[in-house]
């Protein structure tokens, strides 16, 4: 059975960083590609960042020059390097996976996802 367990959150003052992790197991985690989604209070849930099997980075523009999506397919990890940490990028982190290499906008749209990690910025 497929699990993605996420990890690496924290509280964290603004202008810090953060590298969150998700691990993969019981999938061969090369074949698929990768998304970060991020969901604050009262807020719907967005995608932040997205990598294919290639290798192939998307990330939206709110966090373009700060965020950095990446992959260890000899881990069977991927990673999201969190830099210049604002407030309003408070939120619970959960990671994606799907054979798609699609950029899908909604976490439903994955086969599989974690439970997610908290994030928490102060100002």
């Known amino acids: 059975q497929a699990q993605l367990v996420e990890s690496g959150g924290g509280l964290v003052q603004a202008g810090g960083s953060l590298r969150l992790s998700c691990a993969a197991s019981?999938?061969?985690?090369?074949?698929?590609?990768m998304a970060w989604f991020r969901q604050a209070p009262g807020q719907e849930r967005e995608i932040v960042a997205h990598i294919k099997r290639s290798g192939v980075t998307y990330h939206i523009d709110s966090v373009k020059g700060r965020f950095t999506i990446s992959r260890d397919n000899a881990k069977n990890t991927v990673y999201l390097q969190m830099n210049n940490l604002k407030p309003e990028d408070t939120a619970v982190y959960s990671c994606?996976?799907?054979?798609?290499?699609?950029?899908?906008?909604?976490?439903?749209?994955?086969?599989?996802w974690g439970q997610g990690t908290q994030v928490t910025v102060s100002s």
């Open positions: 994606a996976a799907d054979l798609s290499e699609a950029v899908m906008y909604r976490r439903s749209s994955y086969i599989y």
């Open positions: 019981g999938l061969t985690f090369s074949r698929y590609s």
